[in-house]
């Protein structure tokens, strides 16, 4: 194990040489920040959820959020839903776990939650249409990466690095799901298939070298999306492909990066049935798989009484539940975010939850929204969806997808243009603007 001492020094460091580095640049803080919140849990003696892992990220993530709000406010940017989100969560995660209840390991876990979803948030609203540019770059090669590592893992039937129990194969069925260095199949799963509707709904690239680029990032992600041998693929590609419908993108697409859609969906999927792995997922819904999902609502209201109801129980409190045996909790988890949310934050939580989940979905059809930030708003649509079988927002990487996608939702674009510095480059008028569906 890492001492906490020595994740205090690299925060602080960070704090310093982050907010030198991004200030003024929004692509930089997200770039950072998307590159820390996947690759910190993977340093050694950081592989377990512990204090000195929690700490390194909160003291990371936090100063990149303050580089953040300098830059959104040197561009006139409202940091309102980002504030909101940090104070509420941190204020009621004090509150359960630090005065009524001390748990430090909780207490930290909460105030990562606030910071990460927040800093998603300030990047959604305060990126100009170029650095969005630059974030589908960086996000694009970073699935990439996990992507091929993710086949190989399924060709050889072992992990890339083991570092959860979450990639240990079922040993019902004896399936193997790949889940890159990400430490879970579902969340691999999640993220590849909001890289492939975020590039699959945004603007082209203008080289030839580009275009090749974002067809490879539409189906690399999909095929490592389909190595994970999550049964809920289809049902996230589906709602991104929803999506995009609903958004009313240009006609003008490209069938190429269509096909390629369907050519990663079609052949990852046939792929892995043939090799026993859809075929044995489909045949795993077991009688507890279901309990846990349809038993959520029951959970949740078991471990909230009293004040709980209106603050919560704190961060973790399902799993604390499940650790102290609470009659009527059968599993750790309820595989729903919004009862969990409910279950750690009470109804305040729950309440500003489903705000945020309403405000991207009201995005898709904004008629302030550019191309740029629309297609952010769609490639978190999975993510969204996802609300409704795990817990996405326990996971930093997708937590910040999510939260970049409801900035991106809540920005004017018309009224952005206007209030920078430097004016945003002009995007073509939409009859004339290459987007992909």
């Not at 929004?26 to 204090?51: D, K, M, N």
């Not at 919004?338 to 500003?352: N, Q």
């Amino acid at each position: 194990m890492v001492p906490i001492w020595f994740s205090i020094i690299v925060g602080i460091a960070a704090l310093i040489l982050g907010y030198l580095f991004c200030r003024g640049s929004i692509s930089r803080v997200a770039v950072l920040s998307l590159f820390s919140v996947a690759l910190i849990p993977l340093l050694p003696g950081f592989t377990e959820q512990r204090q000195p892992q929690i700490i390194a990220l909160i003291l990371v993530t936090g100063s990149l959020l303050c580089s953040a709000f300098v830059t959104a406010k040197e561009r006139h940017v409202s940091p309102k839903l980002a504030f909101v989100w940090l104070t509420t969560i941190s204020t009621l995660s004090f509150l359960t776990v630090g005065m009524i209840e001390t748990d430090i390991f909780r207490l930290l876990v909460g105030l990562l939650t606030a910071t990460v979803m927040a800093l998603a948030i300030m990047i959604g609203s305060a990126a100009s249409p170029r650095e969005l540019a630059t974030i589908r770059t960086m996000l694009s090669f970073l699935a990439c990466v996990a992507a091929i590592i993710a086949i190989a893992e399924f060709v050889t039937k072992r992990p890339f690095y083991l570092y959860t129990e979450f990639q240990v194969p079922g040993t019902t069925y004896g399936v193997f799901r790949a889940s890159a260095f990400l430490g879970h199949p579902l969340v691999l799963c999640v993220l590849l298939t909001c890289v492939a509707v975020l590039n699959l709904s945004g603007p082209a690239h203008g080289s030839r070298g580009g275009k090749i680029f974002q067809v490879l990032s539409i189906a690399l992600p999909l095929a490592g999306a389909s190595a994970s041998v999550s049964r809920s693929i289809y049902m996230f590609v589906a709602a991104g492909l929803l999506g995009i419908l609903l958004a009313r993108a240009d006609s003008d697409r490209s069938k190429i990066l269509a096909f390629a859609l369907a050519a990663a969906g079609a052949v990852g999927s046939i792929a892995m049935y043939f090799g026993e792995g859809f075929g044995q997922r489909f045949g795993e819904l077991s009688a507890q798989d279901q309990r846990i999902r349809l038993g959520g609502f029951d959970t949740v209201m078991q471990i909230t009484t009293g004040h709980e109801i209106v603050l919560g129980a704190g961060p973790k409190a399902v799993a604390k539940a499940f650790s102290n045996n609470v009659e009527g909790v059968i599993y750790g988890t309820v595989d729903n975010q919004f009862f969990t949310m409910y279950a750690e934050f009470g109804l305040i939580g729950l309440a500003l939850m489903v705000g945020m989940f309403l405000a991207l979905i009201q995005g898709i059809r904004s008629p302030t929204l550019g191309s740029w930030h629309r297609s952010f708003v769609l490639g978190a649509i999975p993510c969204a969806v996802g609300f409704f079988l795990m817990e996405p927002v326990a996971w930093p990487l997708l937590s910040m997808v999510f939260g970049i996608g409801v900035g991106a939702a809540r920005t004017s674009h018309k009224i952005a243009d206007t209030r920078l510095g430097t004016p945003w480059p002009k995007e073509a008028p939409r009859n004339h603007v290459q987007m992909h569906a």
